[in-house]
């Protein structure tokens, strides 16, 4: 259901980690603008900073952006891998 093909551009974002959308209470293929910032109680400028720093790529439908939820899944556990590794450092003597 949420398989990435082995040519899409956007296996380079996941950096080829899958993760499980439902994992984080996805469960549409692609999300809007305005879904994702709820989603992820952000804002529009931090959504597109993540956007310039190539952790998500927006994908245009008509007029439309939307993002994979595949995308999202894995920014949320490269966020959370981030968090588990400042908190063992921090706790580290």
């Known amino acids: ?3 990435i093909a082995p040519g899409d551009p956007h296996r380079a974002v996941t950096d080829t980690l ?3 959308p439902r994992e984080f209470g996805l469960t549409k293929a692609a999300y809007s603008v305005g879904e994702v910032l709820k989603q992820l ?3 529009r400028t931090s959504l597109y900073a993540a956007v310039k720093r190539r952790e998500l790529t927006p994908v ?3 007029r439309k952006t939307l993002f994979y939820a595949t995308d999202l899944a ?3 556990a490269r966020l959370r891998e981030a968090r588990t590794q400042i908190k063992s450092t921090v706790q580290d003597p």
Do not use: H
């Open 74 to 76: 894995a920014f949320l």
């Open 1 to 3: 259901m949420f398989e």
């Open 60 to 62: 245009k439908f008509g």
């Open 41 to 43: 109680s952000i804002g």
């Open 18 to 20: 899958f993760v499980d």
